[in-house]
Nanobody
Framework: QVQLVESGGGLVQAGGSLRLSCAGS????????VGWFRQAPGKEREFVAV????????YLADSVKGRFTISRDNRKNTVYLQMNSLQPEDTAVYYC????????????????WGQGTQVTVSS
């Protein structure tokens, strides 16, 4: 069983930056692809970014390309989501998830989920 804990959310003004962290509890974390999803009030959960087990093949949703970056440090069992040029439409609860498949982008492909961290961007 892999437990995931997100941190780093908060309130930021438009144009600002935040870095989210996703810490995994098990040594197997370093063998899993890890993705980020977000869910805004009244909307479905949507894919944001994913990175494979070795830190390669990062893939981001079109809505965040050029603004967000995903990376990982397997020595720390942690995946990061660097979010720059934040906009009010980025406001959501951000979830990290892990899966034993190659850079999945669909919710059903993920086996493990964190509890989420709130990101609020004010205009």
């Amino acid at each position: 069983q892999v437990q995931l804990v997100e941190s780093g959310g908060g309130l930021v003004q438009a144009g600002g930056s935040l870095r989210l962290s996703c810490a995994g509890s098990a040594r197997t974390f370093s063998s899993l692809s890890v993705g980020w999803f977000r869910q805004a009030p009244g909307k479905e959960r949507e894919f944001v970014a994913v990175i494979n087990w070795s830190g390669g093949s990062p893939y981001l949703a079109d809505s965040v390309k050029g603004r967000f970056t995903i990376s990982r440090d397997n020595r720390k069992n942690t995946v990061y989501l660097q979010m720059n040029s934040l906009q009010p439409e980025d406001t959501a609860v951000y979830y990290c998830a892990a899966a034993p498949v190659w850079v999945p982008t669909r919710i059903y492909e993920y086996d493990y989920w964190g509890q989420g961290t709130q990101v609020t961007v004010s205009s």
